[in-house]
C-alpha cells in the first residue's frame, strides 16, 4: 500500500491500520466502540435474566418486592462496577430514580449481604456474570 501524493506517510499508515482493526473486531461479532460489559445496559438486562423480568417491568416505578429487589441489584451493581455514572445518571437509566433513591438502594444491599448468606450468594452469582466479562 502506498499512500496518496501530499498525505503524512505515518497518518495515512495509522488510519490503515485502525481501518484493518476494525474489519478484525467486526469479524468477531463486536464493535470496540459499543460493547461495553460494564455499561448499565448490560448490567440490567443481566438482573432482568437472572429475575425473569423485562427491561420496562424493571425500570418502572413499581414498588412489588419481585421487582423491586432486582431493580435494587442492578443499582448497586451499576455503583460498584461503572463509576463514570453519578448517582443522578444512575437514577435516569431506572425511570427517573431521585439519587437519594439510588444511594438508599445500594446500602439496602449492602446490609442484606452482610446480614443474609443466602442472599449474598445470589448477588454474588448475578455479580460473577459481570466479573468476567471484565476481564481482559
Not at 52 to 64: D, H
Amino acid at each position: 500500500l502506498t499512500p496518496p501524493p501530499n498525505v503524512n506517510n505515518a497518518l495515512w499508515l495509522l488510519a490503515a491500520r485502525i481501518e484493518k482493526l476494525e474489519k478484525i473486531v467486526e469479524h468477531f461479532g463486536r464493535s470496540p466502540h459499543t460493547y461495553q460489559p460494564n455499561s448499565i445496559g448490560n448490567i440490567k438486562q443481566i438482573v432482568c435474566k437472572a429475575y425473569g423480568l423485562t427491561m420496562p417491568e424493571l425500570i418502572c416505578r413499581n414498588r412489588e418486592f419481585r421487582i423491586v429487589r432486582p431493580r435494587q441489584i442492578a443499582i448497586w451493581l451499576c455503583m460498584e462496577y461503572n463509576r463514570t455514572h453519578s448517582l443522578n445518571s444512575i437514577g435516569k437509566h431506572f425511570g427517573g430514580l431521585d439519587h437519594t433513591t439510588v444511594l438508599n438502594a445500594k446500602k439496602q444491599i449492602d446490609r442484606l449481604r452482610q446480614a443474609d448468606p443466602r442472599f449474598d450468594r445470589e448477588v454474588g452469582e448475578i455479580e460473577a456474570q459481570i466479573k468476567p466479562a471484565l476481564s481482559p
